[in-house]
């Protein structure tokens, strides 16, 4: 199959061109996000190759469909840039890599909650300078306390696992039970027990119609104050406004996020020489105790290799059995 693949980056060529070695794939890289105006970059593709910022809105479904699209591949986990519904009726199939490496973004959630609840960044900043003062580095120990986990498939269940390891008291809330986070000890409740109860929450849920703005500020003046919240999953899950209110009051004791509604503007590009637009994100800057990172809790070795490996499957499996392994159906979204 030809394939138009978008956002690329360096190392999504290196990874890609190896997986699709031997499989007859003819890949087309292109750096623009796929967007409306982007889409002609598909002319004669069979497929497009997404990421978490690219755009298949109706109206780009249908532009390159035009093209010659007939499958979108995408190369991430999350599905709530591609609008299912035109796509069912457009006539084309869509698919993910639901489970690249969970651990990549679970070890990833924990590296957060341990640099911000151990001020580390700050830390180093500080003896760099010179300074050894302890002073505003004070932390607490994660053993005994309580960690809320929201959405408990295959990230937050690893999540979990490693929570426990702490010696961590697991709240867990998921539309459905995981027996794997039953039997680690997790204790499932219900969304309101879990934001009341928590000294650190963690949001592993997609972002659909009902989670967006899950976080917002009902449920943040419902916290434990102080508490901390961790969002590596979409950042539309949280109300930004809302959390630096949160912050401003102590009501949020320390943020930590690697993903941000408004990031498609922002991240994955190097813009130090530019100036700053979004003042909702320069504000979120402004806070010692927020540590916020460009959407890298996928970026290991691993998760590179089994993204491309199950993409380079997806698109074989359309072509051949005319159904990639991993399709996502228009019912995920009713
Ligand atoms: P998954 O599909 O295995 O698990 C998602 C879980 O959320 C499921 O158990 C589902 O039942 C639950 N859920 C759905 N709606 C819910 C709701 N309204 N309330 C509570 N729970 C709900 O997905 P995953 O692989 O664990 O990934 C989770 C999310 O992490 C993805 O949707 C994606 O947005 C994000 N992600 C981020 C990165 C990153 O680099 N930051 C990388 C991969 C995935």
Redesign the pocket.
């Given at each position: 199959m030809k394939v138009a693949v978008f956002s690329t980056k360096n190392y999504d060529r290196d990874f890609f061109e190896k997986a699709a070695e031997g499989s007859g794939h003819e890949l087309h890289f292109f750096e623009p996000h796929l967007t409306r105006e982007t889409a002609p970059l598909a002319r004669g593709a069979d497929a497009v190759c997404i990421f978490v910022n690219d755009s298949a809105d109706a109206e780009t479904l249908a532009a390159v469909k035009e093209e010659g699209v007939r499958f979108v591949a995408l190369r991430?986990?999350?599905f709530?840039n591609v609008d299912l519904a035109a796509a069912h009726r457009l006539g084309m199939s869509v698919a993910r890599v639901?489970?690249y490496s969970?651990h990549a973004?679970a070890e990833y959630t924990i590296g957060l909650i341990l640099a911000l609840n151990r001020k580390l960044c700050r830390a180093h900043n500080r003896v760099r300078e010179g300074n050894f003062s302890l002073e505003g580095l004070l932390g607490f120990d994660l053993k005994g306390k309580t960690a809320g986990v929201?959405?408990?498939?295959?990230?937050?269940a690893a999540v979990v696992k490693i929570l426990k390891g702490f010696g961590m008291h697991v709240l867990t809330?998921?539309?459905?039970q995981?027996p794997d986070c039953v039997a680690d000890g997790a204790q499932y409740v219900s969304?309101d027990e879990l934001f009341a109860a928590s000294d650190i929450i963690t949001l592993?849920?997609?972002?659909?119609p009902?989670?967006r703005h899950l976080v917002d500020a009902d449920r943040i003046a419902s916290l434990k104050p102080g508490c901390m919240l961790i969002n590596?999953?979409?950042g539309a899950l949280v109300d930004a406004r809302a959390v630096i209110d949160g912050l401003k009051s102590g009501q949020i004791g320390s943020l930590g996020l690697?993903?941000y509604e408004e990031e498609a503007d922002l991240f994955f590009e190097d813009l130090s020489n530019y100036m700053l637009q979004d003042d909702v994100f320069a504000r979120l800057l402004t806070f010692p105790n927020v540590l916020i990172t460009g959407?890298?809790?996928?970026?290991t070795e691993e998760a590179l290799s089994a993204i491309a490996e199950t993409t380079i499957a997806n698109l074989t499996g359309f072509e051949k059995q005319g159904r990639p392994e991993f399709e996502v159906s228009v019912e995920a979204i009713r």
């Open positions: 991430c986990a999350g709530n639901p489970a969970p973004v929201v959405g408990t498939g295959a990230i937050g809330y998921d539309l459905r995981n969304v592993h849920c997609p972002l659909t009902d989670t590596t999953s979409r690697d993903v959407h890298q809790a996928f970026f």
